[in-house]
């Protein structure tokens, strides 16, 4: 029950991990956790010395791939009145201009756990924007798809 506990707890590490505070290096504290049989791990302090041995160490994730650039694909974006961002393909080329770019969370795993307490951090509202409500663009304060 304990090592549960403890890989629960090294899965919680993984979690904050993603939202930007540097991980815990997992690793056997001990240099003796090699030498003992396995059965070992089922000791609490034998498994909170010796994660690596154990396998209790979380697993990488690879960073999420940068966002896409929000870029107007038509030149005649720049001197475009902002009420044809109204119209759904005007919006599309001029996404930019007209502040419809596309929104999503940086890591949607860990922004659908996320409670909707946690959206008025900062932090956690920019990593996820969609999941906190802030995906949602506007022309002249109207809400124009959401």
Same mark, same amino acid.
């Given at each position: 029950?304990? $090592?549960?506990?403890?890989?629960?707890?090294?899965?919680?590490?993984?979690? $904050?991990?993603?939202?930007?505070?540097?991980?815990?290096?997992?690793?056997?504290?001990?240099?003796?956790?090699?030498?003992?049989?396995?059965?070992?791990?089922?000791?609490?302090?034998?498994?909170?010395?010796?994660?690596?041995?154990?396998?209790?160490?979380?697993?990488?994730?690879?960073?999420?791939?940068?966002?896409?650039?929000?870029?107007?694909?038509?030149?005649?974006?720049?001197?475009?009145?902002?009420?044809?961002?109204?119209?759904?393909? $005007?919006?599309?080329?001029?996404?930019?201009?007209?502040?419809?770019?596309?929104?999503?969370?940086?890591?949607?795993?860990?922004?659908?756990?996320?409670?909707?307490?946690?959206?008025?951090?900062?932090?956690?509202?920019?990593?996820?924007?969609?999941?906190?409500?802030?995906?949602?663009?506007? $022309?002249?304060?109207?809400?124009?798809?959401?």
């Amino acid at each position: 029950m304990k $090592v549960f506990a403890i890989a629960l707890l090294a899965l919680i590490g993984l979690a $904050v991990c993603d939202i930007g505070i540097p991980p815990m290096p997992c690793e056997d504290s001990m240099s003796s956790c090699a030498k003992r049989p396995k059965i070992y791990c089922e000791k609490p302090w034998f498994a909170k010395r010796c994660l690596l041995y154990c396998g209790l160490c979380p697993p990488q994730i690879p960073p999420s791939p940068p966002p896409r650039p929000c870029e107007d694909s038509s030149k005649t974006c720049a001197n475009l009145p902002m009420e044809k961002c109204f119209d759904p393909d $005007v919006r599309f080329k001029c996404q930019k201009t007209c502040n419809a770019c596309p929104c999503k969370d940086s890591n949607p795993d860990i922004c659908a756990k996320l409670p909707p307490a946690k959206c008025f951090e900062p932090l956690l509202r920019a990593l996820c924007p969609d999941k906190c409500g802030d995906c949602c663009p506007s $022309v002249y304060g109207y809400s124009v798809y959401c």
